[in-house]
């Protein structure tokens, strides 16, 4: 079996959510590296860790066949979703406040989410919307303090594609075209990573 805990980071699909966030900072007008490193830790803890320790520890029957699950993983992703708020909310008042609404949103959907109470927030409108949409939106307002119309419609295109990639993932283990689903996962995979690497560097060099 595989170990538990690194069983819970769901990597590659939590990169695939750090590349995204990364791409919404490095293409704001202005970068702020500290807003960058405070972003991504508070999107660790929160939305990686916290909400898919809270996944696996509350949904033990779904994940014994794959892992052994620790007694302390749900009290675990509980605590590092706090951490990840109490980052936000420091990023909130230090930089600006109306962050704090996206920390809040983000707050209750890494609990929400995977305890699928209220129902509603178990679905592929809230999986897109939380994972892919707000974040989006939250890690480029953090930046640069304001939202435009292009990062808007950008926001909408991430939240379908996380989405689908959610629905790749299934096919990739249930579908007789699994191998077709597993090769366009890794084609979606690369090219976020691609995109969020090239624009930070990018950034980095003033290009």
Same mark, same amino acid.
């Given at each position: 079996?595989?170990?538990?805990?690194?069983?819970?980071?769901?990597?590659?699909?939590?990169?695939?959510?750090?590349?995204?966030?990364?791409?919404?900072? $490095?293409? $704001?007008?202005?970068?702020?590296?500290?807003? =960058?490193?405070?972003?991504?830790?508070?999107?660790?803890?929160?939305?990686?860790?916290?909400?898919? =320790?809270?996944?696996?520890?509350?949904?033990?029957?779904?994940?014994?066949?794959?892992?052994?699950?620790?007694?302390?993983?749900?009290?675990?992703?509980?605590?590092?979703?706090?951490?990840?708020?109490?980052?936000?909310?420091?990023?909130?008042?230090?930089?600006?406040?109306?962050?704090?609404?996206?920390?809040?949103?983000?707050?209750?959907?890494?609990? $929400?989410?995977?305890?699928?109470?209220?129902?509603?927030?178990?679905?592929?409108?809230?999986?897109?919307?939380?994972?892919?949409?707000?974040?989006?939106?939250?890690?480029?307002?953090?930046?640069?303090?304001?939202?435009?119309?292009?990062?808007?419609?950008?926001?909408?295109?991430?939240?379908?594609?996380?989405?689908?990639?959610?629905?790749?993932?299934?096919?990739?283990?249930?579908?007789?075209?699994?191998?077709?689903?597993? =090769?366009?996962?890794?084609?979606?995979?690369?090219?976020?990573?691609?995109?969020?690497?090239?624009?930070?560097?990018?950034?980095?060099?003033?290009?």
């Amino acid at each position: 079996m595989q170990n538990p805990w690194v069983y819970g980071l769901r990597t590659p699909f939590s990169f695939i959510f750090l590349g995204w966030v990364t791409l919404a900072q $490095a293409i $704001a007008p202005g970068f702020n590296a500290q807003i =960058y490193i405070f972003t991504m830790l508070s999107a660790f803890f929160g939305l990686v860790v916290g909400a898919h =320790y809270i996944d696996i520890g509350s949904s033990k029957e779904k994940f014994s066949t794959y892992i052994r699950i620790p007694a302390s993983m749900l009290t675990v992703g509980v605590a590092a979703v706090l951490v990840g708020v109490l980052l936000g909310l420091y990023m909130s008042l230090r930089w600006n406040t109306a962050f704090l609404a996206f920390v809040v949103v983000e707050g209750i959907a890494a609990v $929400a989410y995977p305890r699928e109470k209220p129902r509603i927030m178990h679905s592929y409108a809230s999986f897109g919307l939380a994972w892919g949409t707000i974040p989006f939106l939250g890690a480029y307002f953090i930046q640069a303090g304001t939202i435009s119309l292009l990062v808007l419609g950008l926001s909408a295109f991430v939240g379908i594609s996380v989405v689908m990639m959610h629905h790749l993932a299934i096919m990739s283990r249930e579908s007789p075209a699994w191998k077709d689903a597993l =090769y366009l996962l890794r084609l979606y995979r690369y090219s976020v990573y691609a995109m969020a690497i090239l624009a930070l560097v990018g950034k980095g060099f003033g290009l």
